[in-house]
C-alpha cells in the first residue's frame, strides 16, 4: 500500500530492487517540499532493507523532474532558506549508501538535474534533456549543481550551461560527455526496464562490497588524489573481512556463480 502522495514506491526483481517514481506529472515532477520528504523517506527505507541491492529514481510522464516547485520557492525569504530543511534535506539524497540509478525520461532541469547528478549512474532516455535554467528565474541552482555538475561536464560546459540557463544538454550529448553511463533508446518502459535490468545486476553482488565501493568512488568527489587512494585502500582493505571476498574468491577458483550472504 502506497504511503505517498508525491511518489510511488514498488519492488521489483524479488523485492531486490526498488523502483521511485516521481510522479506529480501534471506538473512535469516539480519538486516540492513535500515531495522531498517523501523521497528521502523511501531513499532511507530502502537503504535499510537488507534484501534490496539497489535503487531506481524515474519520473512519470515527459518530465524526470522540471526542478524545484516554483510555487513551492516564490514566496520563500532568506530567513526560510537558512531555517528550514529545504534545501539542505535534498542533499541527503546523496547520503545514501547504497546505488541509485536515475533513469531520466525527459525534463532533468534545475534540481531535476541536480537530483540525477546527486544519484551513482544516469542512464538516458532518448528524450532526455539536461539543464540548469535557474539564472532564468533570478537565483542560482541550490541542491549542489554548482559543485557537481562541474565534474561531469567541465567548467566551460557548466558555466554556459548556469550562467545562460538556456544550454541545455540532450541524451547524446550528456553521454559523449560522461554525465549520462548511455543512451536507451524506445519509450519510458524500454529505459526503466533497463534501468533495473542494471539495478538487478548491482543486487546480485555483495552488499557491503558494493557499498564500500560506492563510497571509494565517492571520494574522488570529496578528497584530494592522495586522501582518496588512501581511502580506497582501507576500504579495499576492509572488504578482505567479508565473508563474501572469500566465497566470490573462492567460487571464481572453483568456477562456479558465488553464493554471497551479504556479509
Ligand atoms: C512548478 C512547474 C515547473 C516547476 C513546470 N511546471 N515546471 N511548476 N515548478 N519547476 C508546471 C507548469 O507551470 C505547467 O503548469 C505544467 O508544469 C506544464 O509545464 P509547461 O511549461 O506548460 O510545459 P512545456 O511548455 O512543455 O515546458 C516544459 C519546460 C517548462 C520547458 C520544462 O515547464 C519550464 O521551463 N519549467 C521550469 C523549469 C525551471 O525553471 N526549473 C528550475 C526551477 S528552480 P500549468 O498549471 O500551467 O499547466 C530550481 C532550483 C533548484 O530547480 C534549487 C532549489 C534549492
Not at 129 to 147: K, S
Not at 165 to 174: K, M, V
Request: net charge neutral.
Amino acid at each position: 500500500k502506497q504511503i505517498y502522495k508525491c511518489i510511488e514506491v514498488t519492488l521489483v526483481e524479488q523485492e531486490t530492487v526498488g523502483l521511485i517514481v516521481l510522479n506529480r506529472p501534471e506538473v512535469l515532477n516539480a519538486l516540492s517540499e513535500d515531495l522531498m520528504h517523501e523521497l528521502v523517506d523511501a531513499l532511507r527505507v530502502l537503504d535499510s532493507m537488507q534484501k534490496v541491492g539497489a535503487m531506481i529514481i524515474t519520473g512519470k510522464g515527459k518530465a524526470f523532474a522540471a526542478g524545484a516547485d516554483i510555487k513551492d520557492l516564490k514566496d520563500k525569504n532568506i530567513a526560510d532558506i537558512f531555517m528550514l530543511e529545504f534545501p539542505s534535506k535534498w542533499n541527503d539524497v546523496s547520503k545514501i549508501k547504497k546505488p541509485i540509478i536515475a533513469a531520466v525520461n525527459g525534463y532533468a532541469l534545475g534540481g531535476g538535474c541536480e537530483v540525477a547528478l546527486m544519484c551513482d549512474i544516469i542512464l538516458a532516455g532518448e528524450k532526455a534533456v539536461f539543464g540548469q535554467p535557474e539564472i532564468n528565474l533570478g537565483t542560482i541552482p541550490g541542491m549542489g549543481g554548482t559543485q557537481r555538475l562541474i565534474r561531469e561536464v567541465g567548467k566551460s560546459s557548466a558555466m554556459e550551461m548556469i550562467l545562460t540557463g538556456s544550454r541545455f544538454l540532450d541524451a547524446q550529448e550528456a553521454y559523449q560527455r560522461g554525465l549520462a553511463s548511455r543512451v536507451v533508446a524506445g519509450s519510458n518502459d524500454e529505459l526503466v526496464k533497463e534501468a533495473i535490468s542494471v539495478a538487478a545486476k548491482i543486487a546480485l553482488q555483495s552488499r557491503p562490497a558494493v557499498v564500500m565501493a560506492k563510497a571509494a568512488v565517492n571520494s574522488a568527489y570529496e578528497l584530494g588524489l592522495h586522501e582518496g587512494v588512501k581511502k580506497e585502500q582501507a576500504l579495499f582493505g576492509a572488504t578482505f573481512a567479508l565473508a563474501d571476498q572469500k566465497e566470490g574468491m573462492s567460487a571464481f577458483i572453483e568456477k562456479r556463480q558465488p553464493q554471497f550472504v551479504h556479509t
